[in-house]
């Protein structure tokens, strides 16, 4: 098996270093960390240079690439500063569901804006009462005659404050069981797309750390929506989304891999600064030893990244349970073992 990148692959990600490097200014994510503010020119401007949307078709503006070329740019955005990679990262990521199901319209209407960098996406499935629990929907959608109405309350959905539209996962058939009968729809924040009824955003105030990102609250009020807006098969939701899933864990794992990557840098640097009893502390064993062992686990990470990623690219649905089943452990390694390296460094 080759584990070499490719030469557009190396590219990709110089350009990536080189972009974040030049953009991620520590005033600016200063300024906009303190005054919780989405950093939307950084955001159009990698939408410019390409970055949003590499896997994206090339009839709205796309890449034509896959998964490994994404999480190659995440890597290198998180690795310049974690708060910003994760800003522009998780604006773009959600409409990845509406690149899997979406029609062509939808494509067009959706997906063009986003890979600009003009407009800033979300999914909203969480809910008050069941939490991560994705079986069990209290919000309803119920055929209308012009279209669909929707009812209910979602909570921690991120980029509230601003994205321009929300995947909303429903239960429309109350009666089918646990997981069955939901499905997905597109809601628009411009309420002039709405066919009537109201939707509610309420922003959850003075979080402890990414506030470059919002987390709000949802609340839907006989909101009527067009049939045009229902993304997928109708009853088939939660499977869309648990599909959506297996991309978007691996793209997560990219942003922890990126985080610790850019701890260890500054730790590092610091070993071969910082100086006591007359030399760097580098030079002392036992700063060695710790910064040796951080440099392991992240090449551990990077091999379980990248490899989810070339599942996700070359063997998909080929390979039956492999990809949810390596993705979930990506969900679950990445970020524990990355946490581990940043509380080290």
Request: aromatic share 8%; charged share 25%; net charge negative.
């Amino acid at each position: 098996m080759d584990f070499s990148l490719t030469k557009e692959q190396k590219d990709i990600k110089k350009a990536a270093a080189e972009f974040s490097k030049g953009e991620f200014l520590p005033e600016l994510v200063l300024e906009c960390e303190s005054q919780h503010r989405f950093p939307r020119e950084i955001y159009r401007k990698a939408g410019e240079l390409g970055f949003i949307g590499l896997d994206y078709s090339e009839d709205v503006g796309g890449g034509e690439l896959g998964v490994m070329e994404n999480v190659l740019v995440i890597e290198e955005f998180c690795k310049a500063d974690s708060g910003m990679g994760m800003a522009i990262h998780l604006a773009y990521l959600p409409a990845k569901i509406v690149k899997i199901f979406g029609t062509r319209e939808q494509h067009q209407k959706f997906l063009a804006p986003l890979v600009k960098g003009e407009w800033v996406s979300a999914v909203s499935f969480t809910e008050p009462d069941h939490g991560s629990d994705l079986t069990r929907m209290n919000t309803r959608l119920t055929e209308h005659e012009d279209g669909f109405v929707l009812n209910g309350t979602k909570v921690f959905t991120t980029n509230g404050a601003y994205a321009d539209f929300f995947i909303v996962l429903a239960q429309e058939d109350p009666d089918a069981g646990p997981g069955k009968g939901m499905t997905t729809i597109l809601v628009e924040r411009d309420s002039s797309t709405w066919l009537g009824g109201k939707m509610e955003i309420n922003e959850i105030p003075d979080k402890m750390g990414l506030r470059m990102t919002s987390s709000s609250e949802l609340v839907f009020q006989d909101l009527k929506i067009s049939r045009e807006n229902i993304l997928g098969e109708r009853g088939r939701g939660l499977l869309n989304v648990l599909d959506f899933l297996d991309e978007s864990r691996i793209e997560i794992g990219a942003q922890a891999l990126g985080n610790c990557e850019g701890a260890f840098l500054k730790a590092l640097n610091h070993a071969k600064e910082r100086t006591q009893f007359q030399r760097p502390i580098i030079d002392f064993q036992a700063i060695g030893h710790k910064l040796a062992r951080m440099w392991s686990r992240i090449q551990s990470l990077k091999w379980i990244n990248y490899y989810g990623a070339w599942l996700c690219d070359h063997g998909p649905k080929k390979m039956s349970a492999t990809v949810p089943l390596f993705t979930s452990i990506v969900k679950h390694h990445v970020p524990e073992t990355a946490k581990a390296i940043i509380d080290d460094a």
